[in-house]
């Protein structure tokens, strides 16, 4: 069971993730605002997740919701955005729990998941309707590259975010990928 200090330390890390991505985004020239209830409904986070809480159909629709509203001004068009972190030793062992999936593909199968890893090309993304309900995805083959699906990042500027992202997620894995 995740201590006390633990649950807040992973919190921390993975505000910082999505604060990476997030800017990134802007950097490109969306617009990108909070949306998950981490942010908007803070005071829940912890209480949804407790043992003995309901598991209703609204508590994992509210548990599920994507992190970020990514708007696109160039093609008119809305975006949720889950962002996940995950210190997978390899590209191609990306842990994601079937039962999140399943949620996320009932309620937000629109939405885009974003994938940061310590190896491989870092940034990933795909939209939930393309992924296979499954515990484990292979990021170079079930996602693609985070600046193919958000078609106004450039290549030439994921460069720092992802410095910043190892940064963050301290680069103490070692990774047996090929590509860093």
Known sequence: ???????????????????????????????????????????????????????????????SSPDLLVYDEQRKDLMLVEVKMRKAYKETKILLYARMMANYKEFWNDSVITVVVPCGNILYAQKVSELEIKEEYNAELDFERFENIFKRVKTEDTSHFKTEALRVMKKEIKCTSTEN
């Open 1 to 63: 069971m995740v201590q006390l200090s633990e649950f807040y330390d992973n919190v921390l890390e993975g505000n910082q993730i999505k604060e990476v991505v997030k800017v990134l985004l802007e950097k490109s020239g969306y617009l990108v605002l909070p949306y998950g209830y981490e942010s908007t409904l803070s005071g829940l986070r912890r209480r949804l997740g407790e043992k003995g809480t309901k598991k209703s159909r609204t508590v994992r629709r509210i548990r």
